[in-house]
């Protein structure tokens, strides 16, 4: 029987309470990977981040695991993302998480640097199969060479934008291959259009907080944000020429105002049809189909940058194991199960984004032209284009990106200019860096 549904710090004291008396240091004394025992009963536990349908998807998921391994039992547990953070903080500082937990890019450095997480290159080949995954997208859960993180689903940076208003305005999408002065163009020329329109239509929101673009940017300009020991690696120079970019759009009010934004949530500008774009994450697009109630949503891939292509695949979700797991190789096909069984990827699709492995992509049923199917063309199409490894965020980036955003939205009130917002923004960085 799985554990019933806990949330925030009554799941995290459960747990750290169980596990911590059940597992003790089994990860790290457990020696060599072996394949999965069948002659004893193994309990795992399962914790992962999302809501009610990602939990009901994940649940299907197991019992097809637990009927292909009936001496596996699988407890768990899931919150809102908040929350969920909160309880692996919790955990970890009893060296006490679950055996597998779902995982996110920019805290695989907090939990895997610290030895929280197993290293999993040992299971490969034994228990886990990453043959299927990206080279360039195993590299995001790892940390110095050595595998903490398994992506079980991918996504890249890109355009979402509104084909039917953009039409309705009299502008084309900018050109195949196109680079970052032909997106500030093009950005100008919606702009013009749309103040003709009722009600006025912009372009998109100010770019200057957007850290995930910020950090394409970078390499695409030849710049690898962080280090492999885990410091910043741009410089506020970086992050002045990156302010510098939008400073005309911005200056000439190109961008969704802030103020608007606001009294629009929790709306976005782009599904209430006053914003042609937004710069997001490409697996977003479905979703604000659904929301926009209309299958007018396209996707451009982001610049390509002046050396060419060099863009990376972002993990979605990843999956990890638990250093202190009593049951490493039961954890680590666990994983190998949700990264590879196509069954997973026929209950899931796209809902955790696309499956990292070509088998469960194709297990999933997709109407031609739905925009389930348009996102995999596009990442598909893709492919070639992807020629980097992801940078592994430096510890205490989530707070980082978050503080970016915050104060770019000071200089669109007006309350900051660009130079405080260089100043202040890097100073926070090399504060929270070195405080970690």
Not at 218 to 237: S, Y
Request: aromatic content about 10%; overall charge negative.
């Amino acid at each position: 029987m799985k554990l019933a549904r806990l949330s925030g710090a009554v799941a995290a004291v459960a747990l750290t309470i169980g596990l911590t008396a059940a597992c003790g240091n089994g990860g790290a004394d457990a020696g060599p990977a072996a394949p999965v025992s069948t002659d004893e009963d193994i309990t795992l536990s399962f914790a992962w981040w999302g809501n009610d349908d990602r939990a009901e998807k994940y649940e299907k998921a197991i019992d097809l695991f637990e009927e292909d391994h009936p001496n596996i039992t699988v407890q768990t547990q899931f919150q809102a993302w908040d929350d969920y953070w909160t309880a692996r903080s919790t955990e970890a500082a009893g060296s006490a998480l679950p055996d597998v937990v779902q995982m996110d890019a920019g805290y695989v450095r907090q939990y895997g640097a610290t030895g929280q997480l197993a290293e999993l290159d040992g299971q490969v080949g034994v228990n886990l199969d990453v043959d299927g995954v990206d080279d360039t997208a195993l590299a995001s859960g790892q940390i110095e060479g050595t595998t903490y993180a398994v992506p079980v689903s991918l996504n890249t940076q890109s355009i979402i934008y509104n084909a039917k208003l953009l039409e309705e305005l009299g502008v084309e999408p900018p050109a195949e291959g196109y680079g970052w002065d032909d997106l500030i163009s093009w950005f100008a020329d919606v702009a013009e259009a749309g103040a003709k329109h009722d009600p006025q239509v912009y372009p998109i929101g100010d770019m200057t907080g957007n850290s995930p673009w910020f950090l394409q940017w970078l390499v695409q300009q030849g710049r690898a944000p962080f280090t492999d020991d885990g410091q910043i690696a741009f410089t506020k120079d970086d992050v002045q020429a990156w302010a510098d970019l939008w400073a005309p759009l911005r200056d000439a009010q190109v961008f969704f105002p802030a103020k608007r934004a606001a009294q629009l949530e929790p709306k976005t500008g782009l599904n209430s049809r006053e914003v042609v774009a937004e710069a997001n994450w490409d697996t977003l697009m479905p979703n604000y189909v659904a929301e926009l109630g209309s299958d007018d949503l396209q996707l451009l891939p982001i610049p390509t940058g002046d050396d060419g292509k060099k863009m990376y695949w972002h993990s979605g979700v990843m999956l990890s194991a638990s250093a202190s797991s009593s049951h490493p190789d039961a954890a680590a096909a666990l994983i190998d199960f949700m990264t590879n069984d196509p069954r997973v990827g026929e209950i899931f699709g796209t809902s955790k984004g696309v499956p990292a492995t070509q088998a469960q992509k194709d297990a999933m049923a997709l109407e031609d032209g739905s925009p389930d199917s348009r996102l995999i063309a596009y990442e598909d199409a893709a492919k070639d284009d992807v020629t980097e490894p992801a940078p592994v965020p430096v510890e205490g980036y989530g707070e980082i990106e978050a503080e970016m955003a915050r104060l770019s939205e000071e200089v669109q009130y007006g309350k900051l200019t660009e130079d405080q917002f260089v100043d202040q923004w890097f100073a926070y960085v090399q504060d929270t860096v070195k405080q970690s």
